[in-house]
């Protein structure tokens, strides 16, 4: 069985620097699988989600995703197979703040048909996100800048979840709360994860995650970049 995503003889190293963050000889994701990528601050997690998510190309090695490999795509290209098949929770959240909380949810299917298309009624595929999300009704009008931050983070796994992604990427979505809420919106995330059937690929430092997940990856482990450093 072929995996989801394929990493193989990875370097990147980001303009101006002498020595490379990344460098990576493999890591598979199969799919349906929840791995959970932990190390240091500055060892290189968000770097890695952003060369997966084709935000930034790599200086050398693939990055297969259903063994097309993204990094020989041009941009329009790389860009729609993102749109279509990746789901993505920032740190920072990254809603739209004068948007209410339903059409940020939207966003996704508003940049891709297929995408749109797997959600069906895109309207109503939002509220039933939100609602599993344990966002009431009354909110879903609301601007996303009068939510809580814990609700902010609830409407942008639901807005990565919308139209059933194969691949979900989350950067450190839990580091603003406390260990209850941190266990509740895992709880959340891995429900709908698991009822999409969208694989997970969860980067955090607090190691005390790790457990819940079907694997655990020390990116210090398989980084020779951070071994030459």
């Known amino acids: 069985m072929s995996a989801l995503l394929n990493i193989e003889q990875l370097e990147f190293a980001w303009p101006g620097d ?5 460098q990576i000889d493999e890591l598979r994701l199969q799919a349906g699988e929840k791995v959970f990528l932990f190390g240091p601050s500055g060892s290189g997690k968000s770097t890695l ?3 997966i998510g084709g935000l930034v190309r790599p200086q050398s090695g693939r990055v297969l995703f259903r063994d097309q490999d993204l990094t020989a795509l041009r941009g329009a290209r790389r860009d729609r197979v993102r749109a279509e ?3 993505v929770i920032f740190q920072q ?3 739209l703040p004068w948007l209410d909380l339903k059409a940020n949810v939207v966003l996704p299917c508003r940049f891709s048909r297929a995408r749109a298309a797997r959600a069906g009624n895109v309207g109503q595929a939002a509220e039933t996100l939100l609602d599993a999300m344990g ?3 009354a909110l879903w009008s609301r601007r996303a800048d009068r939510i809580s931050v814990g ?3 609830r409407v942008a796994a639901a807005r990565a979840l919308i139209g059933r992604p194969a691949l979900i990427l989350a950067d450190e979505p839990t580091s603003a709360l406390d260990s209850d809420r941190r266990q509740d919106f895992l709880d959340l995330l891995f429900a709908q994860v698991e009822a999409v059937g969208s694989s997970l690929l969860f980067v955090s430092h ?4 790790a457990p819940r997940f079907d694997r655990a990856l020390d990116l210090t482990d398989i980084n020779r970049a951070g071994l030459a450093a």
Request: no cysteine; glycine share 4%.
């Open 151 to 153: 609700q902010q983070q």
């Open 93 to 95: 959240f990254n809603l």
């Open 135 to 137: 966002l009431p009704s």
């Open 18 to 22: 002498a020595r490379p963050t990344l």
């Open 85 to 87: 098949h990746l789901g």
């Open 49 to 51: 989600l952003a060369v």
């Open 206 to 209: 607090d190691r005390e995650l």
